[in-house]
């Protein structure tokens, strides 16, 4: 069933937030200022609050997926299964770690930027996005490495939302309590560059990450990837140049984005956790297998939530 977009922008000194949440739940909508001043751009640096940024959860619709409805046909686990790898007969087998499986694309040339700088910019968004997807305190509920990763100006309001968890999944992962790691994620996607109307570079990264949980799970749950929570993440981070934008204004700004969830638990998914299904599920890895492939668009998961 096809996502319901809202759209959020960035608050800034002058410029108010208008939120959107996921359309499993309420929206509250506040409008934006219009942007000024971004004629004197060429002369004059620009404030944060100039800056026509959008958050990340902006756009960020989240789809999630109940492995009950999702599954289809149950069958008897394989007894072949790998009982000490979580990614036994799921694609998720041949998929490298995460900060592997990320391609990064030969930089070049891109408006005022020189191939050299988008270069730059593709390695510090790769670190930022590995950050906030996949760094164990991250994942614990400490988003200080992420913060710091963005541009000054920005790292306050980013670390309020994260914290509020109402948009903490919209920036960065963090695991439901009594949850860790079974094993290190992995993960497949791209990055692609464009420039925008001030002539920021434009980083959008399309990733499927794969956790592999440890914790509470029903006996009851069987089959492939019944451990495996599969996060598909659609983001987009902004880089200002240097020349005519101030100094607080430099760094990864995180643009529009949306998401799509599969085999999680839904109340702590909407409370900006991963965890796994705290009701039965079998095999449901079946059927379902192109939730795991990165072409696949959010809006053909299967629904739940």
Same mark, same amino acid.
């Given at each position: 069933?096809?996502?319901?977009?809202?759209?959020?922008?960035?608050?800034?000194?002058?410029?108010? =937030?208008?939120?959107?949440?996921?359309?499993?739940?309420?929206?509250?909508?506040?409008?934006?200022?219009?942007?000024?001043?971004?004629?004197?751009?060429?002369?004059?640096?620009? *404030?944060?609050?100039?800056?026509?940024?959008?958050?990340?959860?902006?756009?960020?619709?989240?789809?999630?997926?109940?492995?009950?409805?999702?599954?289809?046909?149950?069958?008897?686990?394989? *007894?072949?299964?790998? *009982?000490?790898? *979580?990614?036994?007969?799921?694609?998720?087998?041949?998929?490298?770690?995460?900060?592997?499986?990320?391609?990064?694309?030969?930089?070049?040339?891109?408006?005022?930027?020189?191939?050299?700088?988008?270069?730059?910019?593709?390695?510090?968004?790769?670190?930022?996005?590995?950050?906030?997807?996949?760094?164990?305190?991250?994942?614990?509920?400490?988003?200080?490495?992420?913060?710091?990763?963005?541009?000054?100006?920005?790292?306050?309001?980013?670390?309020?939302?994260?914290?509020?968890?109402?948009?903490?999944?919209?920036?960065?992962?963090?695991?439901?309590?009594?949850?860790?790691?079974?094993?290190?994620?992995?993960?497949?996607?791209?990055?692609?560059?464009?420039?925008?109307?001030?002539?920021?570079?434009?980083?959008? =990264?399309?990733?499927?990450?794969?956790?592999?949980?440890?914790?509470?799970?029903?006996?009851?749950?069987?089959?492939?990837?019944?451990?495996?929570?599969?996060?598909?993440?659609?983001?987009?981070?902004?880089?200002?140049?240097?020349?005519?934008?101030?100094?607080?204004?430099?760094?990864?700004?995180?643009?529009?984005?949306?998401?799509?969830?599969?085999?999680?638990?839904?109340?702590?998914?909407?409370?900006?956790?991963?965890?796994?299904?705290?009701?039965?599920?079998?095999?449901?890895?079946?059927?379902?297998?192109?939730?795991?492939?990165?072409?696949?668009?959010?809006?053909?998961?299967?629904?739940?939530?």
């Amino acid at each position: 069933m096809p996502t319901q977009p809202g759209y959020r922008y960035r608050r800034s000194a002058v410029t108010e =937030a208008r939120h959107g949440q996921d359309r499993v739940v309420a929206v509250r909508r506040r409008p934006r200022r219009k942007l000024i001043g971004v004629l004197v751009v060429i002369v004059l640096l620009v *404030p944060a609050g100039l800056l026509a940024a959008k958050s990340l959860y902006g756009t960020m619709t989240g789809t999630v997926v109940d492995p009950e409805t999702a599954a289809q046909s149950p069958v008897s686990p394989s *007894p072949s299964l790998n *009982p000490n790898d *979580p990614f036994d007969g799921t694609p998720a087998a041949k998929y490298l770690p995460a900060d592997q499986g990320i391609v990064v694309p030969t930089a070049v040339k891109a408006g005022v930027w020189s191939a050299k700088e988008v270069g730059t910019v593709l390695t510090k968004t790769k670190e930022v996005l590995l950050a906030a997807r996949t760094d164990p305190k991250v994942l614990g509920g400490d988003p200080t490495s992420y913060v710091e990763a963005l541009a000054p100006n920005v790292r306050e309001q980013v670390k309020e939302a994260i914290v509020s968890g109402t948009d903490t999944l919209g920036y960065v992962t963090n695991l439901g309590a009594g949850y860790t790691l079974g094993a290190p994620i992995r993960g497949v996607g791209s990055l692609a560059v464009t420039t925008g109307s001030l002539k920021q570079l434009i980083v959008r =990264a399309d990733v499927v990450w794969v956790y592999p949980l440890a914790g509470p799970l029903p006996e009851e749950s069987t089959g492939a990837g019944v451990r495996l929570v599969v996060l598909h993440t659609v983001e987009s981070y902004e880089w200002f140049p240097s020349k005519g934008f101030a100094d607080e204004d430099q760094g990864a700004r995180p643009g529009e984005g949306e998401r799509a969830v599969f085999n999680a638990d839904c109340p702590k998914y909407l409370k900006g956790a991963l965890a796994l299904p705290a009701t039965p599920v079998q095999d449901p890895v079946e059927g379902n297998e192109a939730v795991f492939v990165a072409t696949t668009p959010l809006t053909s998961f299967p629904t739940g939530c």
